[in-house]
T-cell receptor, first 117, second 116 residues
Framework: AQTVTQSQPEMSVQEAETVTLSCTYD???????LFWYKQPPSRQMILVIR??????QNATENRFSVNFQKAAKSFSLKISDSQLGDAAMYFC??????????????FGKGTLLTVNP | NAGVMQNPRHLVRRRGQEARLRCSPM?????VYWYRQLPEEGLKFMVY????????ESGMPKERFSAEFPKEGPSILRIQQVVRGDSAAYFC??????????????FGEGSRLTVL
């Protein structure tokens, strides 16, 4: 079974600075997707960024980018120019790309990000 | 274009009562997923449904929990004879068929169940 590990329960960053959230995963599959979700105090799960494992290029969405290291099974999220609205719980998630249960997301336990003004 | 709608947002039940949580998927989505989030934990998969069919309920407890997605109306997650350990946030997500392949799930705001 796949597992997702977020080793940082909490992180903090100064407004306008850059922060990196770590995520590692364990899988024997070669075809899969990785995601970062944001959960603000409203508790809604918001997709931040997605990476297909077959793509070598790291995904980027505005101030959010990932460092995807397939061999190391690492998938970190970098937030540049941090804003107060980035404060939230961030979850890393894995999904198989093929096979019978390729609809299930496996989540890590989350990293609580605080942004200091 | 309304997103995934869940209700109620908050539900309080006493031990032994029943809880019913509803989820209306995004317009045009026929795939519904339920996840549970315990305190200090990530979301855990419970069940995957398509219209009138349960595709995978491997993450759902065998006792007291059931789910349905009828031809008309919202998906329902039903918990009978609730216990304190059922207290959690229950999230519904939906996808279109193409979204299923790309992993694009859209989540609702969750229903928070508190069992007294």
């Amino acid at each position: 079974a796949q597992t997702v590990t977020q080793s940082q329960p909490e992180m903090s960053v100064q407004e306008a600075e850059t922060v990196t959230l770590s995520c590692t995963y364990d899988t024997s599959e070669s075809d899969y997707y990785l995601f970062w979700y944001k959960q603000p105090p409203s508790r809604q799960m918001i997709l931040v960024i997605r990476q297909e494992a077959y793509k070598q290029q790291n995904a980027t969405e505005n101030r959010f980018s990932v460092n995807f290291q397939k061999a190391a099974k690492s998938f970190s999220l970098k937030i540049s120019d941090s804003q107060l609205g980035d404060a939230a719980m961030y979850f890393c998630a894995y999904r198989s790309g093929s096979g019978g249960s390729n609809y299930k997301l496996t989540f890590g336990k989350g990293t609580l990000l605080t942004v200091n003004p | 274009n309304a997103g995934v709608m869940q209700n109620p947002r908050h539900l309080v039940r006493r031990r032994g009562q029943e809880a019913r949580l509803r989820c209306s998927p995004m317009k045009g989505h026929s795939h519904v997923y339920w996840y549970r989030q315990l305190p200090e934990e990530g979301l855990k998969f419970m069940v995957y449904l398509q219209k009138e069919n349960i595709i995978d309920e491997s993450g759902m407890p065998k006792e007291r929990f059931s789910a349905e997605f009828p031809k008309e109306g919202p998906s329902i997650l039903r918990i009978q004879q609730v216990v304190r350990g059922d207290s959690a946030a229950y999230f519904c997500a939906s996808s279109s068929s193409s979204g299923l392949n790309t992993g694009e799930l859209f989540f609702g705001e969750g229903s928070r169940l508190t069992v007294l």
